[in-house]
């Protein structure tokens, strides 16, 4: 079984330019998360969603981040535009409902210079 | 609000020696308790989970974590540890009825010849 796929694994942009990460989860997983790595710290949510709605976007800075997951599977999460603090590792996971476990991908490392 | 405590940050440990990582929760509830571990440029993947039932879990790869109710804790042990056991462990701790987990800081494991 595949796991969580994400693209690009890595990228590097200028600030003020736009960025979009794209995540595909484990099939049949209706529960898909978004989350933000800072160097040294764990992992923190921006937005969850179940099936094709965002139940929980409350950690997003919605004034330059949006996500959206169409048809309830692929999803992708853009910075527009990106700012140099937002250099870090945005991990994708997925999970099959309540009591279970979170997948996750090998994320995507942003570099913004 | 949940939060996770991770005393360690950094823990160097001989290989074939023990290993035991700390990890303390606060929140008033009986939560989901996971640890996962991080290779370097990868992305998390579970060790071991505990949701109810039995105190003390086993995981992959030949750790284990107890449950503590009255200190709060999950500690994750190994009783011998290998050289590729080196990474970054996180605690991460989940509500009841809701998806969202909070990850503790991590603890970076070094593990000497």
């Known amino acids: 079984e595949a796991g969580v796929v994400q693209s690009p694994r890595y990228k590097i942009i200028e600030k003020k330019q736009p960025v979009a990460f794209w995540c595909n989860p484990i099939?049949?997983?209706?529960?898909l998360y978004w989350y933000l790595q800072n160097l040294g710290q764990g992992p923190e949510l921006l937005i969850r969603y179940e099936n094709e709605e965002a139940v929980d976007d409350s950690q997003l800075p919605k004034d330059r981040f949006s996500a959206e997951r169409l048809k309830g599977v692929d999803s992708t999460l853009k910075i527009q535009p990106a700012e140099l603090g937002d250099s870090a590792v945005y991990l994708c996971a997925s999970s099959y409902g309540e009591n279970t476990e979170a997948f996750f991908g090998q994320g995507t490392r942003l570099t913004v210079v | 609000a949940q939060s996770v405590t991770q005393p360690d940050i950094h823990i160097t440990v001989s290989e074939g020696a023990s290993l035991e990582l700390r990890c303390n929760y606060s929140y008033g509830a009986t939560p989901y308790l996971f640890w996962y571990v991080q290779s370097p440029g990868q992305g998390l993947q579970l060790l071991l989970k505990y949701f109810s039932g039995d105190t003390l879990v086993q995981g992959i790869k030949g750790f284990e974590a107890e449950f503590k109710r009255s200190q709060s804790s999950f500690n994750l042990r190994k009783p011998s540890v290998h050289w590729s056991d080196a990474a970054e462990y996180f605690c991460a701790v989940g509500e009841r009825g809701d998806y969202k987990l909070s990850f503790g800081a991590g603890t970076t494991v070094t593990v000497r010849a």
């Open positions: 099939s049949g997983h209706n529960t």
